[in-house]
């Protein structure tokens, strides 16, 4: 069995809810491993701040910060430039019966800080609710912060791009841009 058929396997029959959070971080952060490091470096699993009243689920450091990149790492370089992405959170929310709404958001909102940049992932067992896409078009508003949302869905089409020679971060640019067109 290919890697991307093993993470396909290991998403699909990962449970839902409290039961399969821990093995959906696992998963979730392999295979974004897998996509993106490098040109990103590997994360920084359950940081958290100095206090230690914030824990962030993986943070990707993005030291793609001069022109003079290669093919793979051209989109991480444009990220940092536009949206200063010096590093890329990502929370995981492995939901079942509750929903993924505004809060959650927020949530991911007040965990991106001025040094690390304005770009956020979400990566979601289900799709936000109605609240949840609200709330991020309203921290953009405010905050010029993109907050993302990835499903299993789009873990599986990057994980194909990958196989197809492809660079997955193409994937990361267009639902930047699609938020883009969307907010209002």
């Known amino acids: 069995m ?3 058929n093993a993470f396909i396997l290991q998403l699909d029959t990962c449970p839902l809810g409290s039961g ?3 093995q959906f971080e696992n998963i979730c952060t392999d295979i974004l491993s897998f996509l993106f490091v490098p040109p990103l470096s590997s994360p920084n699993l359950q940081s958290r701040t100095y206090s230690g009243v914030n824990r962030r689920d993986a943070i990707y450091p993005n030291r793609n910060i001069t022109p003079n990149t290669t093919v793979n790492s051209q989109n991480w370089h444009h990220l940092f430039l536009e949206l200063n992405a010096r590093m ?10 509750t929903e993924i709404g505004h ?3 927020n949530q991911t909102r007040n965990y991106i800080t001025n040094p ?3 770009l956020g992932i979400m990566v979601c067992s289900k799709t936000p609710n109605e609240a949840a896409h609200r709330q991020r078009n309203t921290v953009f ?3 010029q912060k993109v907050i993302l949302f990835l499903n299993k869905a789009h873990l599986k089409e990057m994980l194909a791009m990958k196989e197809r020679g492809e660079d997955p971060s193409d994937f990361i640019i267009d639902l930047v841009e699609r938020f883009y067109m969307q907010h209002e």
């Open 2 to 4: 290919s890697q991307v």
């Open 20 to 22: 399969g959070w821990v």
């Open 88 to 97: 890329i959170l990502v929370e995981f929310k492995n939901y079942d019966a």
């Open 103 to 105: 809060e959650e958001v």
């Open 116 to 118: 690390m940049g304005r």
């Open 141 to 143: 508003t405010q905050d």
